[in-house]
């Protein structure tokens, strides 16, 4: 009963490396989102996706590209990492775009960069 | 876009005292989901309000969503310090957006023994 999943869970990077965030859900869910969280700012919304082969952009999507291939994948990457990219990022997916838009989180990826 | 003010930002109580927590927004929201989120942890659902008016109790927490559907609040009884946290509110967005949820600031509650 893995739920969500996201690899790494801590990572630092220098300015200018790359890296990709991988996001598994094994519930058969339709929709995935990744956010960001910073302090005082709650979550903000990068990239969303509405099904496999699917991507759509956020509040905050500069910086980051995605990728959903399959449908129980989600993929967050960063091309050249900048200091204000540090931040906790969380996956989640839900199963209704709707009323029953409850969506399920990840444990989080802690990146610095440096 | 859609904007959910949230308040207030921090709140310190000692146990057995009650806490609070607003979300306020400026457009008609068509429905408040509330999250909580343990130090360390990830956000973790808690409740949707989808009705003007409406009302939920889960144990010691209460849950309201205005008349006007402008404002929630989630009430805890006689905090204990497993509720430690960051309580967010998040709302639908309108239209074709409808599954994209904008999250409030959040309420860090720190719940001294």
């Known amino acids: 009963n893995a739920g969500v999943t996201q690899t790494p869970k801590f990572r630092v990077l220098k300015t200018g490396q790359s890296m990709t965030l991988l996001c598994a859900q094994d519930m058969n869910h339709e929709y995935m989102y990744w956010y960001r969280q910073d302090p005082g700012m709650g979550l903000r919304l990068i990239h969303y996706?509405?099904?496999?082969?699917?991507?759509a952009k956020g509040e905050v999507p500069d910086g980051y590209n995605v990728s959903r291939l399959k449908k129980q994948n989600f993929l967050l990457g960063l091309e050249s990492a900048a200091p204000s990219q540090t931040s906790v990022y969380f996956c989640?997916?839900?199963?209704?775009?709707?009323?029953?838009?409850?969506?399920?989180f990840g444990a989080g990826t802690r990146l610095s960069v440096l | 876009g859609q904007q959910v003010m949230q308040i207030p930002q921090y709140q310190h109580v000692q146990e057995g005292e009650d806490f609070t927590t607003y979300c306020n927004s400026s457009t008609t929201l068509s429905n408040i989901q509330w999250y909580k989120q343990r130090p360390g942890g990830h956000p973790v659902f808690l409740i949707q309000l989808v009705k003007s008016g409406e009302v939920k109790k889960q144990k010691r927490l209460t849950f309201q969503f205005g008349e006007a559907k402008k404002n929630s609040s989630l009430h805890i009884t006689a905090t204990q310090t497993t509720d430690v946290g960051t309580y967010f509110c998040?709302?639908?967005?309108?239209?074709?957006?409808?599954?994209?949820?904008?999250f409030g600031q959040g309420t860090i509650l720190t719940v001294h023994p």
């Open positions: 989640a997916s839900s199963y209704d775009w709707g009323t029953k838009n409850i969506q399920y």
């Open positions: 996706s509405v099904g496999e082969g699917t991507t």
């Open positions: 998040a709302s639908n967005a309108g239209g074709t957006s409808y599954g994209k949820l904008t």
